[in-house]
């Protein structure tokens, strides 16, 4: 036993490198970012695609990518917005240096995309039509944002 975890203790201490990889790189964590938008934009597409009827409507389905979404919108983003990764300083990013410097601004909208999943998530299975009235809570918490905080392709 005691052998075994020394084995597995060896085996996460030679890992560490490798997990202690350097995370206040700026393109890193415009990585980061871009990933964590694309997927909230992953259980938003399903949604819209059962709301414009090219999906048939799976109450499960909504479901769950509502629930996803109520959690990757509650998580503590903000060390995704991080001085020096965004737009002007880093050709790839599209983010307006407002959203970095308005701290309490971005926390507002993400806790109103937050508010409008948990919302979501209580309507979501029912049927459709109600499905979609919750989907437009989040569309207005991400366009929202977007609109302020975005730069226009
Ligand atoms: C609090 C502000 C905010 C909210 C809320 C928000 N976004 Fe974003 N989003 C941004 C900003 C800023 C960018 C530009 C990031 C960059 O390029 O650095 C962005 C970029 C994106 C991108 C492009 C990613 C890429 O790879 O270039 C997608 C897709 C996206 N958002 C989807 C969503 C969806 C879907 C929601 C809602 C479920 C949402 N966003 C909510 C601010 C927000």
Redesign the pocket.
Known sequence: MRKAIFALTTTLLAAMPALAQDMTNPDEI?TA??GY??L??M??APLGAMAKGTAPYDAAAATEAAKN?AAL?GIDSSMLWVPG???GVLT?????PA?IANTAD?AD??AQ?KGAADALVTVAGNDVEAMKAGLGG?GA??GG??KE??KPD
Request: aromatic share 6%.
């Open positions: 415009l970012r871009h938008m694309l909230l934009a259980q938003l979404l919108s990764t965004e737009a790839d990013s599209s983010a307006l959203i971005r909208r993400f995309l989040v918490a991400c944002c977007h905080y975005r």
